[in-house]
């Protein structure tokens, strides 16, 4: 079945730091690519997307390119924020599905 | 962009009683929605899949007659938490999907806040 890994957590950094979380998932044909961030005490919110492979989703200085070959949707920032705080949720949901499939979370924390 | 809202945000609750939680979506009609639990420091486990006018669909090993989903409207989705005890407190999360828009592949789905709930 479908499923998303992404790297252990928790990440600790100092502030303008170079952050990357690492995802990788496993799916039949051509899903579509999120990463939601949850902040403490609140739903999720969606941060980037990308629909096909080498598409680039960016927001909020954040970055993440959908790479096919290696089956991976890697997160970047080049320079963190303390206010970056938060649990980051890799997802998937395949073509035609209703269902998305997370990963496990990575909680990051940003010391100033 | 879309909003999803939860009622209550948190609510506090007697063993046995039954509580309800709202889930609308405000600027946007939604055919499907999604309850999800969360526990602490873990991931979002997938309840159901609740679309509107019709019976909700359950994940396995999640019992249909303790949490009872109702999907009454285009904008609703409601889940009652029946004769709830301790080990139900958690954090339960909503979300409601858009249309899947042509060429765009997978509809987005939009969360709610949550709903704390804390069974004594």
């Known amino acids: 079945g479908d499923s998303v890994t992404q790297m252990e957590g928790p990440v600790t950094l100092s502030e303008e730091a170079f952050l990357t979380i690492n995802c990788t998932y496993t799916?039949?044909?051509?899903?579509?690519l999120f990463w939601y961030v949850q902040y403490p005490g609140e739903g999720l919110q969606l941060l980037l997307k990308?629909?096909?492979?080498?598409d680039k989703g960016s927001n909020k200085g954040f970055e993440a390119t959908y790479r096919k070959e290696t089956t991976s949707f890697h997160l970047e920032k080049g320079s963190v924020q303390v206010s970056d705080s938060a649990v980051y949720f890799c997802?998937?949901?395949?073509?035609?599905?209703?269902?998305?499939?997370f990963g496990q979370g990575t909680r990051l924390t940003i010391n100033p | 962009g879309a909003v999803v809202s939860q009622h209550p945000s948190w609510v506090i609750c007697k063993s046995g009683t039954s509580v309800k939680i709202e889930c609308r979506s405000l600027?946007?009609?939604?055919?499907?929605m999604f309850w999800y639990r969360q526990f602490p420091k873990q991931s979002l486990m997938l309840m159901a899949t609740?679309?509107?006018?019709?019976?909700?669909?359950?994940e396995q090993g999640v019992e249909k007659d303790k949490f009872l989903i109702n999907h009454a409207s285009l904008t609703l989705s409601t889940l009652t938490v029946t004769s709830a005890h301790p080990e139900d407190s958690s954090f339960y999360i909503c979300?409601?999907?858009?249309?899947?828009?042509?060429?765009?592949?997978?509809?987005?789905?939009?969360f709610g806040p949550g709903t704390r709930l804390t069974v004594t």
């Open positions: 997802a998937l949901i395949r073509r035609g599905a209703q269902k998305l499939v």
């Open positions: 600027d946007f009609q939604a055919t499907t």
């Open positions: 979300s409601a999907r858009d249309a899947e828009l042509p060429g765009q592949g997978a509809g987005e789905q939009y």
């Open positions: 990308a629909t096909k492979a080498d």
């Open positions: 799916a039949t044909g051509y899903p579509s």
């Open positions: 609740s679309n509107e006018g019709s019976k909700a669909t359950y």
